[in-house]
Structures are given as C-alpha cells and as structure tokens.
C-alpha cells in the first residue's frame, strides 16, 4: 500500500503548514486528555490490581515466580500465574512515592499504557494514508466503548503488543522495493527477529498471548494465499510457527499452556466477562455499539481500498468470532477494527471522498476534479475539536477530585478490624472484593475464594451454594468448620441479603463489626469470646440489606450505622458502656 502524493514544493505555504503541525498537536493533546477521562475513577477493591500486587508482593519477596495457589485455606494445587511479569510491575507502582500517591501512580500508569494503542492507530493512520480531522472520530468512539474496561489489569498489556504486532504486520505487507518485492533485507531479519521477542515478553506479561499466535497465523495463511506463496508470505510463515516456542520462554515452560485449559471449565462459565455476548446482562453504556460501528468502518475501509490485504479481513473475523464468545475480548477487537480502519485509511481519506463526490456529480472525464475547498477545511477542523471537548465535557463534570481514589472505608473498617485482632480459624469471604483482602491481608488469614481461580469448580461451587444461602451451603458452613464470615458492600455481583439473613437469625453466630463497607460474624464459641463478649452490645443491628443498597465508596450514611470503638480489648478487660444501636432512616 502507498501513501497519498505529497504536495509538489512550494504548493503550500510555511504557515499553513506550520498550521497544520499546531492543529494536529492540539487534536492529539485532546485525545489524551480525553483518555485520561475515560481512565479516571477510583480504583475500587474489587479491582484485578490489587490481587496482581499482592502476587508480585510475594514474588518479589521470595525471589521466585509461584507456581500453586496463594493465599486461600481451601485450594492449594499447580497454578501458571501466566502475568507473573506484570504483577511484579504493579507491585512495583505500590512502591511509588508516598501512600497517598498511589491511586495518581497507578492511574497515571493505566492512562498511558491505554493510550498507547490508540497511538498507534495514529501512527499506522499517518503512514499509509494521511492524517485528517475525522481520525478523532472513529478513536473518541473507541475510548468511549471501551471506558468501562479501560481499568488496571495484566490485559493493558496484551492491548499493547497486540497492536505493536498488528502495525508490525502492516508494515510487513508493504515490500520494501517495489522492483523486488520478495527481497528480504538485513533489516527485515532483525524485524522478525523482535516480534519472536515481543512475543516471549508478551507471554510473561498476560495469557493472552494466544491472540497474537493466532494473528500470527491467520495472517501467514492469508498471505500465503494472495501472494501465492511469495518469499516474504514464506518467511512470515516460518515466524507464525516458532512464535508457540517463543511464548515458552516463560518460568514454566511448556508447562505455560496449562493456562488455556481452565477457560472453559465451570468456574469461568460462571464469571460474567467470560460469558458469551448473547449471555447475561447486556453490554455497559456504548460499548457494544461502538464495537459494532468501528466494525463497520474498518469493513467499508477495507473493502474500498484496491490495494486490501486479505489478512485484514481475517484479523476482524478472527477477533469478531473470540469477542462473540467472551464479552471481555471486546477490547481486542475494537482495536483491532481500528487498527484496520487505519491500515486501508487512505481510502476513506475526506479528500479522496470528495473528489470521488465532485467526480460523480459533475461526470467531466478525464478532468481531475478540485480538493476539498479551503474555506471548509478549517471550519471542520475546528469543528472536530468542539465535539471532542463536548464528548469530554461529561466526564469533567463527573471528575470529583475530592472523592476517595482508593478503598477508604473498607480499609478502616474491614481490614483495620480483621488486622488488629488477628482473628483464628477460616474465613468466609465474598468473590468480588477478595482482591483487595488479598492485598491487605497477604494471607493473614488466608481467605476462602479469590479472583485468580486458581482452585478446582468444586470451590466455586460450594462458594455459590454458601452465599446463596441455599441448605448445602449451610451445612458446608459447619462441615469446613467455617468461624468467620466476611461480607462486603460496594461490590458488583449477585446480592449477599440470603446468606447475611441466615447469620442473623442463627444464634450461633453474632456480629462483630458493621460498618458502611460490610459486616463480620463470628462464631459464638468460646474461641471468639474476647471479640465478641466485649463488642456485642455495641454493634449495630442495621440489615445488610440496606447496606449492600446503600454502603457505596463515595456516599456518606446520615446517620451512622456504626461506631468506631478503637483497638481490642484484653480478654479480661470490662468494656465500656456504648450507645445503643443507630438506625438509619429509610
């Protein structure tokens, strides 16, 4: 594929050139900012990062990768911990600055590395085919779509070099001398050379590795075929056979690929970004329209451009058909789509749409119709980056700098309490926020259930059956010798009221800690005595109902369901008198 023409030599001025340079840096700065937006919230305790911190904690520490389940009293098995390389950077984020600069370290990190395949849609746009105002378009579109899982996971990370090797591979189509197109140089070597290494980096940093496999190959047979087997078709070939022994440069080798296995089993069929797109709820906000029309764009693109690559059109169905049968793969395939509408942009550059128009309408053969007048060329541009500021505008308004960026409440209620009284015995824990617990905790105590699923379904099972409260659940309550149980709000997920209900009711258990951010039972044995003989009178009796409804991050509860009553007291201590329970007001 070729570029436009550039201008002859002095057919435009320095001004408007210089212009141009001005426009284009402020319509980038833009984006950015916008990205940043989409990236901006709070980094929520259900969130995968803190889980993937807690593992790099413990590699780090130990000097080696792990290779078992960590931190749980109920599984202990063979575990790949395919990102270990990425957890071992989010750890290293956690070391960043003070405390209080954690959520700007991360947030900042996780705005750069999303933005960065959106750059190189940008740069695959400018070389083959030329930069233009509507390029904002199509990359608003996709940062809005994608907002809700634009969050810090090892996945950045697979966006990332999904989209390297994707403008590796369009820059590969284009042969290097037109006089011969088979030629392999020097430089070339040394190409390939780094996406079999990009391809071992990958495999460290996130599972997903498999997709660029999986590119890798569709498009060598692509190429095979509407090269008929030319010589660069051959070598790239090659490159998509040992790209499976490159991703076996991990800590566990062959080994590695166990990690593909879990996928299909019953515990990922249970957890809803792994569920098909015509399964469970539908897709948040835009981002199963936007996913839809950046397809579209990428197709009509393509199928306009004389010069297509085969291998486009099986890079979209290859990625259109794993986003169909998992929600989560949305993000590769929306940039996918892009990365394809910037591959085949030169054929729906607004100036060839306008001589094509002008061409049409006026129906003047052999009379090279004009270029989009001047007068309007400016008026769009400006125009553009109005709509990009209104687009940006909502989540200006929604930005609130003085809300807590990180899980505030739950770590002085929850955590603090579990920390300072160091309570024996197992732990029942909710699914959706075990990863902060994980990282709070680091095993003491080990939990019940996290997000790694790094357990056999029979856990997975025996966790639903317990929080739905049905009577297997029960019993296993007492069959694992369960002694404490820890249920969170502000969590997504099915509601815990069932299981929260029972504990209530049953005289076995008693409350030990309600707070806005969950409550904690305990078993009423002698065991647990010195925590609930002294508190028991104080805690209040507020339904989990209503705070599940209710106990959100940034909302404050008038009046208070909770009071804080400060470090543990001795066994033998007399506690002191507290107030009576509060109750909120409906």
């Given at each position: 594929?070729?570029?436009?023409?550039?201008?002859?030599?002095?057919?435009?001025?320095?001004?408007?050139?210089?212009?141009?340079?001005?426009?284009?840096?402020?319509?980038?700065?833009?984006?950015?900012?916008?990205?940043?937006?989409?990236?901006?919230?709070?980094?929520?305790?259900?969130?995968?990062?803190?889980?993937?911190?807690?593992?790099?904690?413990?590699?780090?520490?130990?000097?080696?990768?792990?290779?078992?389940?960590?931190?749980?009293?109920?599984?202990?098995?063979?575990?790949?911990?395919?990102?270990?390389?990425?957890?071992?950077?989010?750890?290293?984020?956690?070391?960043?600055?003070?405390?209080?600069?954690?959520?700007?370290?991360?947030?900042?990190?996780?705005?750069?590395?999303?933005?960065?395949?959106?750059?190189?849609?940008?740069?695959?746009?400018?070389?083959?085919?030329?930069?233009?105002?509507?390029?904002?378009?199509?990359?608003?579109?996709?940062?809005?779509?994608l907002s809700p899982v634009l969050v810090t996971r090892p996945e950045l990370f697979t966006e990332v070099c999904l989209c390297l090797l994707l403008a590796f591979l369009v820059a590969w189509s284009r042969a290097p001398d037109p006089a011969r197109p088979s030629r392999i140089t020097r430089g070339d070597g040394l190409t390939l050379a780094a996406v079999l290494l990009l391809m071992a980096v990958w495999a460290n940093l996130h599972g997903a590795v498999v997709f660029g496999v999986l590119v890798l190959g569709a498009t060598a047979v692509c190429d095979l075929a509407q090269d008929r087997f030319a010589m660069r078709a051959r070598v790239l070939a090659l490159v998509a056979v040992l790209a499976p022994a490159a991703v076996c440069v991990n800590p566990y080798g062959l080994s590695y690929w166990q990690a593909i296995r879990p996928v299909t089993n019953y515990t990922f069929e249970h957890i809803s970004e792994w569920s098909p797109v015509w399964k469970g709820e539908p897709l948040p906000g835009a981002m199963l329209p936007a996913a839809l029309t950046l397809a579209a764009l990428a197709l009509v693109a393509w199928a306009l451009n004389p010069d297509r690559r085969w291998a486009?059109?099986?890079?979209?169905?290859?990625?259109?058909?794993?986003?169909?049968?998992?929600?989560?793969?949305?993000?590769?395939?929306?940039?996918?789509?892009?990365?394809?509408?910037?591959?085949?942009?030169?054929?729906?550059?607004?100036?060839?749409?306008?001589?094509?128009?002008?061409?049409?309408?006026?129906?003047?053969?052999?009379?090279?119709?004009?270029?989009?007048?001047?007068?309007?060329?400016?008026?769009?541009?400006?125009?553009?980056?109005?709509?990009?500021?209104?687009?940006?505008?909502?989540?200006?308004?929604?930005?609130?700098?003085?809300?807590?960026?990180?899980?505030?409440?739950?770590?002085?209620?929850?955590?603090?309490?579990?920390?300072?009284?160091?309570?024996?015995?197992?732990?029942?824990?909710?699914?959706?926020?075990?990863?902060?617990?994980?990282?709070?905790?680091?095993?003491?105590?080990?939990?019940?259930?996290?997000?790694?699923?790094?357990?056999?379904?029979?856990?997975?099972?025996?966790?639903?059956?317990?929080?739905?409260?049905?009577?297997?659940?029960?019993?296993?309550?007492?069959?694992?010798?369960?002694?404490?149980?820890?249920?969170?709000?502000?969590?997504?997920?099915?509601?815990?009221?069932?299981?929260?209900?029972?504990?209530?009711?049953?005289?076995?258990?008693?409350?030990?800690?309600?707070?806005?951010?969950?409550?904690?039972?305990?078993?009423?044995?002698?065991?647990?005595?010195?925590?609930?003989?002294?508190?028991?009178?104080?805690?209040?009796?507020?339904?989990?109902?209503?705070?599940?409804?209710?106990?959100?991050?940034?909302?404050?509860?008038?009046?208070?369901?909770?009071?804080?009553?400060?470090?543990?007291?001795?066994?033998?201590?007399?506690?002191?008198?507290?107030?009576?329970?509060?109750?909120?007001?409906?």
């Amino acid at each position: 594929m070729t570029s436009l023409p550039s201008p002859p030599a002095g057919a435009r001025r320095p001004w408007s050139v210089w212009l141009d340079a001005v426009y284009f840096t402020c319509l980038a700065g833009l984006l950015l900012a916008f990205a940043a937006l989409m990236v901006w919230r709070p980094l929520n305790p259900a969130l995968d990062f803190w889980g993937h911190a807690g593992v790099g904690r413990l590699t780090w520490e130990a000097g080696r990768v792990p290779d078992r389940t960590l931190h749980l009293w109920t599984a202990d098995q063979p575990w790949v911990y395919h990102a270990w390389l990425s957890q071992l950077l989010f750890y290293g984020l956690t070391n960043v600055g003070g405390p209080g600069d954690l959520p700007y370290v991360v947030l900042a990190f996780t705005t750069l590395l999303a933005s960065l395949p959106f750059a190189l849609v940008w740069v695959v746009w400018h070389r083959e085919g030329r930069l233009s105002s509507w390029i904002a378009i199509p990359i608003v579109l996709g940062l809005k779509g994608l907002s809700p899982v634009l969050v810090t996971r090892p996945e950045l990370f697979t966006e990332v070099c999904l989209c390297l090797l994707l403008a590796f591979l369009v820059a590969w189509s284009r042969a290097p001398d037109p006089a011969r197109p088979s030629r392999i140089t020097r430089g070339d070597g040394l190409t390939l050379a780094a996406v079999l290494l990009l391809m071992a980096v990958w495999a460290n940093l996130h599972g997903a590795v498999v997709f660029g496999v999986l590119v890798l190959g569709a498009t060598a047979v692509c190429d095979l075929a509407q090269d008929r087997f030319a010589m660069r078709a051959r070598v790239l070939a090659l490159v998509a056979v040992l790209a499976p022994a490159a991703v076996c440069v991990n800590p566990y080798g062959l080994s590695y690929w166990q990690a593909i296995r879990p996928v299909t089993n019953y515990t990922f069929e249970h957890i809803s970004e792994w569920s098909p797109v015509w399964k469970g709820e539908p897709l948040p906000g835009a981002m199963l329209p936007a996913a839809l029309t950046l397809a579209a764009l990428a197709l009509v693109a393509w199928a306009l451009n004389p010069d297509r690559r085969w291998a486009h059109l099986g890079w979209l169905v290859l990625l259109g058909i794993l986003f169909v049968r998992a929600r989560r793969n949305v993000w590769p395939f929306s940039l996918t789509c892009l990365m394809v509408l910037a591959a085949n942009a030169r054929a729906v550059d607004p100036e060839a749409v306008w001589r094509k128009l002008s061409r049409w309408v006026r129906r003047r053969p052999g009379k090279e119709p004009p270029g989009l007048p001047n007068q309007l060329r400016w008026p769009i541009r400006i125009a553009v980056l109005a709509w990009v500021v209104l687009e940006g505008l909502p989540g200006v308004i929604l930005f609130r700098p003085w809300r807590p960026l990180t899980p505030t409440r739950l770590e002085q209620g929850v955590v603090r309490f579990l920390r300072e009284h160091q309570l024996p015995g197992r732990v029942f824990n909710d699914y959706e926020n075990s990863s902060y617990l994980q990282w709070r905790l680091a095993g003491q105590p080990p939990l019940y259930i996290d997000l790694f699923n790094a357990y056999p379904d029979d856990l997975m099972r025996d966790y639903q059956d317990v929080a739905r409260a049905k009577e297997r659940g029960r019993a296993l309550l007492d069959e694992q010798q369960v002694g404490i149980v820890v249920l969170t709000t502000n969590r997504p997920g099915f509601s815990l009221v069932p299981l929260a209900n029972y504990l209530d009711a049953d005289a076995r258990w008693v409350r030990v800690y309600v707070g806005g951010d969950g409550v904690i039972w305990v078993r009423r044995t002698p065991e647990y005595k010195f925590v609930w003989g002294p508190h028991s009178r104080r805690v209040s009796k507020v339904s989990f109902g209503l705070l599940e409804r209710w106990g959100q991050e940034d909302q404050n509860l008038t009046p208070p369901i909770a009071e804080d009553y400060g470090p543990p007291q001795g066994e033998g201590a007399t506690p002191e008198p507290g107030p009576p329970p509060v109750l909120p007001r409906n």
